[in-house]
């Protein structure tokens, strides 16, 4: 009987990993989606969005959620400086790369992109709240959260994601220049590693702040 199970245990991942798909999204919206967002809507548990090299703008390219889905969005040639969402926010036009707030887990990955210029309250590059996602190998460059946590990245409430191997230059807060984990709930925390930080400003904790 147990060996019975184990067949089938074995024979279900197997199954799930064969069914799992790769998409490819390009900044001119002639990939197999036309927009981030519109592939994440679309992709099922497991699945893996390719970014190709250029510069993504606009609606459905930024403010970008997963859905609470674990599936993987990763540029195609593991280049994060030739991968960019370019936000292209300002005070007055408050826009950020990605907000994780539907209780995505370490399943949902982002790897090896650039988030610019973004500008937002509670993270300007990205929000994560009651979730904990996966964030490897990104770059933060020039993203801003005027008067408030978290340039680069706001951690909030019951949320403690992965962030590890990502560098986080010229972001901007009121607290936490690159990284605020604030209003956390007890034995929520994330995990930051072998991060690096470069020319962050903030009023209090110019590169992180618990």
């Known amino acids: 009987m147990q ?4 067949s089938c245990l074995v024979a279900a991942l197997l199954t799930a990993a064969a069914s799992a798909e790769t998409y490819v999204v390009n900044p001119q919206g002639t990939g197999d989606f036309p927009t981030i967002q519109a ?28 859905r609470g889905k674990s599936v993987t ?11 960019m969402i370019s936000c292209e926010a300002s005070p007055t036009d408050r826009h950020r790369g ?4 539907s209780q ?3 399943g949902a990955v982002l790897e090896d992109v650039t988030i610019r210029d973004g500008c937002e309250y509670w993270g300007g590059g990205i929000a994560c709240e009651w ?54 709930y007890s034995g929520y925390a994330p995990d930051i590693v ?3 930080f470069l020319f962050n400003t903030a009023d209090e904790g110019g590169a992180v702040r618990y």
Do not use: K, M
């Open 39 to 66: 592939a994440l809507d679309s992709v099922v548990t497991g699945d893996v969005i390719e970014l190709t090299n250029g510069v993504f703008r606009g609606d459905g390219n930024r403010d970008v959620s997963f």
């Open 104 to 106: 995505e887990t370490r």
């Open 73 to 83: 969005v990763r540029s195609q040639s593991g280049d994060p400086e030739a991968c």
């Open 194 to 196: 072998r991060c690096t």
């Open 131 to 184: 979730s904990s996602p996966t964030i490897r190998g990104c770059v933060f460059r020039s993203n801003e959260s005027p008067g408030s946590e978290g340039g680069g990245i706001c951690i909030l409430d019951e949320a403690a994601p992965l962030v590890e191997d990502c560098i986080f230059v010229e972001n901007s807060a009121y607290h936490g220049g690159a990284v605020s984990s604030c209003w956390a």
């Open 3 to 6: 060996r019975s199970v184990f």
């Open 98 to 101: 990605f907000v994780f707030e």
